[in-house]
């Protein structure tokens, strides 16, 4: 640009083609000085555009002392646009408050001097000159910033989106993990522990049972996984949902465990000390239901023979879900566990802001039991829409 702009001025002067003339210093080579001056700001105009308006100021100056160039003044309206686009944000700020103001000074000052009209001609070719080129270069970095700012706000969107979307991925795939446990651990800890019972006892008997109870529970486990894989294929919205267990399935599933737990030596008892007829909010019913159904796993696959007790009861804003067993050596088949059952239910129980305990007591005899406890927070405007 500054080559081009050099090149134009030699062109005009060659043909001495002046601005004005008469001036101080009417010698012929003196426009030379200040396009040249000019020129070599507009080399560093984005690089140094501070430096550049300084020396491109200079030179406008000093070629008002000469016949003039009419290159010098363009390229002088290019650095100030320039400076103010390129430049660091106090200059861009400064910058056409300044030539503004020289504008106003400048028509001011020669209407006094001149009191004609001829004096508001020369303001306007000065702010045509400084006032203008800062003036747009103002409004182009205002857009470029505004831009800049959009593309960051977009970027920042995007990220938040991004961490939502793994958020809930990760959501989704631990109620997936407690819903697939809760619902398929009970029937292969039972399958376990009566193939175990069938391999290890020479009983026609007790071999027959254990595969009465096997079978059952394979099916009743296939049921809840064709189930689960219904959920999750794709289409399944236009499946017929499921409905989620609640507590009113509870004597069907103490019973199962009955028929389960019944060769290794325990009972299992519901007492529920709730109000006929009060209803709780579906995801309390669900989590309470999965939180009974875990601890009656965990009764199954540990628990040494003897009474499993279910209690459930209404205290002020919560359901108070517990579940005794008795804690010791047990006789007979086991099966291993991985703990992730006590991390779903305290997560369930989390989930609804709830507090959870799992851990060894003694009853008043002194017996060791094993006690999971959850209170499950009930609004009392959520349990009036039930």
């Known amino acids: 640009m500054g080559s081009l702009g050099l ?97 106003v000074v400048v028509t001011v000052g020669f209407l006094v001097w001149w009191q004609n009209a001829a004096a508001l001609v020369v ?43 793994t958020q809930a991925v990760v959501a989704e795939r631990a109620r997936m993990a407690r819903e697939l446990h809760d619902m398929v651990a009970n029937h292969l800890s039972a399958i376990a522990i009566h193939s175990t ?3 290890s006892l020479d009983d026609p008997g007790t071999t027959r049972q254990a595969l009465t109870v096997i079978r059952e529970n394979s099916v009743a486990g296939l049921a809840e996984m064709r189930r689960l894989i219904g959920l999750l294929r794709e289409g399944g919205e236009d499946a ?55 601890s009656l796993t965990n009764a199954l696959k540990h628990a040494a023979p003897g009474e499993v007790r279910v209690l459930l009861a209404r205290e002020p804003g919560a359901l108070a879900v517990e579940v005794t067993s008795p804690y010791g050596e047990r006789p007979g088949p086991t099966a291993p566990g991985s703990g992730a059952g006590l991390v779903g239910m305290r997560e369930r129980t989390a989930l609804l802001g709830g507090a959870f305990q799992a851990g060894e007591v003694t009853d008043g005899g002194g017996r060791r039991l094993w006690r999971v406890r959850a209170e499950l927070p009930v609004d009392a405007s959520d349990e009036e829409r039930t």
């Open 123 to 165: 303001g306007v070719l000065t702010g045509m000159v400084s006032f203008m080129p800062a003036l747009t270069g103002a409004a182009v970095r205002n857009h470029r910033e505004a831009a800049e700012a959009a593309r960051l706000r977009a970027e920042q969107t995007a990220l938040l989106a991004e961490m939502d979307r």
């Open 7 to 103: 090149g134009c001025g030699l062109l005009l002067w060659s043909f001495g083609l002046y601005t004005t003339g008469g001036r101080l210093f009417d010698q012929q080579w003196a426009p030379l000085i200040p396009l040249a001056a000019t020129a070599g700001a507009e080399v560093v105009r984005r690089t140094l555009p501070r430096t550049a308006l300084a020396v491109a100021t200079a030179a406008v100056v000093a070629d008002q002392f000469t016949n003039g160039n009419l290159v010098t003044i363009l390229m002088f309206t290019d650095v100030v646009y320039a400076a103010v686009v390129y430049g660091n944000p106090a200059s861009a700020r400064r910058i056409p408050y300044s030539t503004g103001l020289i504008t």
């Open 240 to 294: 017929e949902p499921a409905a989620a267990p609640t507590l009113a399935a509870l004597d069907a599933l103490i019973a199962q465990a009955g028929t389960n737990g019944g060769p290794s030596g325990l009972s299992f008892v519901l007492d529920d000390a709730r109000e006929k007829g009060a209803g709780l909010p579906a995801p309390v019913e669900l989590a309470a239901y999965r939180i009974v159904q875990e």
């Open 197 to 199: 019972a069938a391999l």
